[in-house]
Nanobody, 132 residues
Framework: QVQLVESGGGSVQSGGSLRLSCTASLSTRGGYCIGWFRQAPGEEREGVAVIDVNGSTTYRDSVKGRFTISRDNAKNTLYLQMNTLNPEDTAMYYC??????????????????????????WGQGTLVIVSS
């Protein structure tokens, strides 16, 4: 099992930036799928961006070019740099990991995941509010 703790959420105006952090209890040096998900009010939880066991990244179409996922293995920390935020990005953002997901499943999490299924371990979430 892995424990995940997110931080960095807050309120920002449209066009602004935020960086989320997720500290993991296991090394982030590879070996498992880890990424960011979000849930807007009244909506299903969806994938945002992931890093797979090989270090490859996948993004949801709506955030490509605006969000960047990265990791600092020395700190066991995953980041999500969010630029050019808009009100549609308002959501609770969660860090999650699947210790057994192959690269194809990991990429699917980012592109098509919806709901609460899958073999994912979740953090507690951090709230991002983008005002117009």
């Amino acid at each position: 099992q892995v424990q995940l703790v997110e931080s960095g959420g807050g309120s920002v105006q449209s066009g602004g930036s935020l960086r989320l952090s997720c500290t993991a209890s296991l090394s982030t040096r590879g070996g498992y799928c880890i990424g960011w998900f979000r849930q807007a009010p009244g909506e299903e939880r969806e994938g945002v961006a992931v890093i797979d066991v090989n270090g490859s990244t996948t993004y949801r179409d709506s955030v490509k070019g605006r969000f960047t996922i990265s990791r600092d293995n020395a700190k066991n920390t995953l980041y999500l740099q969010m630029n050019t935020l808009n009100p549609e990005d308002t959501a609770m953002y969660y860090c999650a990991a699947d210790l057994s997901a192959p690269p194809g499943t990991c990429a699917w999490y980012a592109r098509e995941y919806s709901g609460t299924g899958g073999a994912l371990t979740w953090g507690q979430g951090t709230l991002v509010i983008v005002s117009s």
